[in-house]
Each structure stands twice: as structure tokens, then as C-alpha cells.
């Protein structure tokens, strides 16, 4: 490897280095990014798959892409390569249409609506909790995916969806475990050779969309019955023009439930695994649950109150963040650390 010093070309490894790049990047692509950005700096440019790519990692170039000059940058590729599953929801819609699905979808994040969650989330947890005993060993990871499917279950679409989650927690696996296929850099190969991957992650897809489509169905049937679902169906533009159809509703549904279900159990996760290698901190998370609940269950109201229990989570997720990448395609040139990054350059921004 070598580094490029040349101003218009940021460093990076060049040459016979190549082909084992794709390699090291799914043997652990977090290692893979740590290792490149401890060696070349604040700007490094590779290739994937015969794709130019960028790697930002200064905080002003992080706002530069995400904030500062966001309109000349579009999702990252791999984002738009799960369209198949999330469609035009938030997470992958760009300009006039995202912005006019968050006005739509703004009124769900409400906090009348929030505490109406939060008392489906102690009561799932309570359920789960209580079937633990003292001393047996519990697979946490396969509880906490099992818990979050059930909360989004009910927030989101009103019903008790515990007896679909392993169907539904499988297909959620399957695309996840096939992801690196079928959004990697040749997604459109696999796509074409219809390699085995590809056809599980197409049936997980459908799975998955003949459920959210059913409640769909079944809601627009019955009428408003309180849940996220029902506030989907029911949002309609400022002026009262329209709403969204069944299409679009399915969509931000799909985000919506992708988003919280796996992302937080994640989070979870790596929660309750730091705190088992952290004794102290634990103590002092349980000293501070005691004091503030008295054996209660919490409520919403608590959440100001709970600062330590904030710190635990913020500092979980800062070590082992749920979402660590982002991606975006830039429209037009732009300078990176006196670098200059061409149109079309595909850019890594990871905490």
C-alpha cells in the first residue's frame, strides 16, 4: 500500500491492494473502515467493486454532507438497493416526496402518542421479565428481537402479532443475513444469476408484505382503531388535498417496523452485554431504578428522572451504535479536507 499526496487525490490503498479490499470489507467491514482511517486520515479513497468510494470521517465534513449542503447528496447506494423491502418510506425517499411524507407522518411522533408506546413497552417487557427465573440461561439476543417484533406489533399495527413472530421473525432474518448479497456491490449480478441469497430474501419480501398489506386491508375495513397504522391511513397534507395510499402506507409501515424491531433490540443487546462485563455500572443502574420506582413499573413521566439509566444507553450505543454507517452518492463535486471529491463518488460516513 501507498499513500497519494497529490491535493486533488486523497490517500489511500492503490494497486495490487484491490481485489482483497472487497474481501476485507465483509470479513468486518467496522475493522475494515478503523484500520483505513487510522492509517490515511481524515479523507480516504478506495475502490469496491470497481466503485470509487470516499470515507469521511472529520465532523465538519460529516455535517458538510449530512447538514450543511445535504441537498447535493443522495442516499448511499446500499440504502437504495432496499428499496425491494422499504419502498419510497423515510428512510429511503429523497427530496419532495420525503419531505412531504414527514409532514405527513410528523403528527405520529406526537407526545400524547409517544406515552401511549411507552406504556406498550413496560407491559411487553413485564411479560418477558416475568417468565425468566433466576439462574437458567436465556439467549438474550433471540428475547429482545422476540420483544421488540411484539412492541412494534402493537404500536404499529394495533394486534398482537406474538404468534407470527418466528414466521415473521425469520423472513426479518433472512434479509438480514442475506443483505450483504443482495445491496453489495454486485447486488445486480447476484440479481441476475437469481442466486439463492436473492430468491430468500425475495420470499422473505413477501412474506413480510402479504402481513403488513392484510392489517392494511383489515384497517381500512374497520376504521381507526388508535394505532400508528390507523394514524398512517388517516394523515392528509396541510391543505386537506390528500393522503397516502395503500403503497405508500406500506412503506413507511415496512420502515417503520424494520426500524424498530432489529435496530433496537441492537441496541439492547449490546446494553445488557456491556453491563455483565461492568459490575459497577449495573449496581449503580439498579441503585438508580430502585430509588426512582420503588419496585414500580416505570412510565414515561419517569424518563426525566432516570438520568444514569440515559448515560448506560447513550454510552452503549456511542461504543456499539445500532446504525454505524451511512452512505450517501454526491450530485456535484465538493471539497473534503482540501480534497476535491467528484460527482457521483460514493461516500462512507461512519461514527
Do not use: C
Request: zero cysteines; aromatic letters at 6%.
Amino acid at each position: 500500500m501507498t499513500i497519494k499526496t497529490n491535493l486533488n487525490s486523497p490517500p489511500g490503498p492503490r494497486g495490487l491492494a484491490q481485489p482483497r479490499l472487497l474481501l476485507a470489507f465483509r470479513r468486518d467491514p467496522a475493522g475494515f473502515l478503523l484500520k483505513l482511517a487510522e492509517r490515511y486520515g481524515d479523507v480516504v479513497h478506495f475502490k469496491l467493486g470497481g466503485q470509487p468510494v470516499y470515507l469521511l470521517r472529520h465532523p465538519d465534513d460529516v455535517e458538510n454532507v449530512l447538514v450543511t449542503n445535504a441537498r447535493n447528496f443522495l442516499k448511499g447506494r446500499r440504502l437504495q438497493a432496499t428499496k425491494p423491502l422499504l419502498g419510497e418510506g423515510l428512510l429511503t425517499s429523497e427530496n419532495a416526496l420525503h419531505l412531504r411524507q414527514r409532514r405527513l407522518i410528523q403528527p405520529i411522533f406526537h407526545r400524547q402518542h409517544i406515552a401511549g408506546y411507552g406504556q406498550t413497552m413496560v407491559e411487553q417487557a413485564a411479560r418477558l421479565s416475568a417468565r425468566w427465573r433466576d439462574g437458567e440461561t436465556r439467549d438474550l439476543a433471540a428475547d429482545m428481537m422476540a420483544l421488540t417484533m411484539i412492541i412494534v406489533g402493537k404500536t404499529l399495527f394495533g394486534a398482537d402479532v406474538e404468534s407470527e413472530a418466528p414466521e415473521i421473525g425469520h423472513a426479518m432474518q433472512t434479509l438480514v443475513d442475506s443483505f450483504t448479497i443482495v445491496a453489495g456491490p454486485f447486488a445486480n449480478l447476484a440479481e441476475r444469476l437469481d442466486l439463492p441469497p436473492v430468491r430468500r430474501a425475495r420470499q422473505a419480501v413477501d412474506r413480510l408484505n402479504a402481513t403488513v398489506y392484510r392489517m392494511i386491508g383489515e384497517r381500512r375495513a374497520t376504521g381507526d382503531k388508535g394505532d400508528l397504522l390507523s394514524m398512517l391511513l388517516a394523515a392528509q397534507d396541510e391543505d386537506g388535498s390528500g393522503g397516502m395510499t395503500d403503497q405508500q402506507v406500506r412503506d413507511e409501515a415496512m420502515t417503520l417496523f424494520l426500524a424498530g424491531h432489529e435496530t433496537t433490540a441492537n441496541a439492547l443487546m449490546w446494553t445488557w452485554h456491556l453491563l455483565s462485563q461492568n459490575p459497577g455500572a449495573e449496581a449503580r443502574l439498579h441503585a438508580e431504578l430502585d430509588g426512582v420506582l420503588g419496585g414500580r413499573e416505570p412510565t414515561v413521566d419517569d424518563l426525566p428522572k432516570l438520568t444514569y439509566t440515559r448515560r448506560v444507553l447513550s454510552e452503549s450505543m456511542r461504543l456499539y451504535p445500532p446504525a454505524w454507517i451511512m452512505g450517501r452518492t454526491a450530485i456535484h463535486p465538493f471539497e473534503a479536507q482540501g480534497y476535491t471529491i467528484p460527482a457521483s463518488a460514493s461516500i462512507i460516513l461512519s461514527q
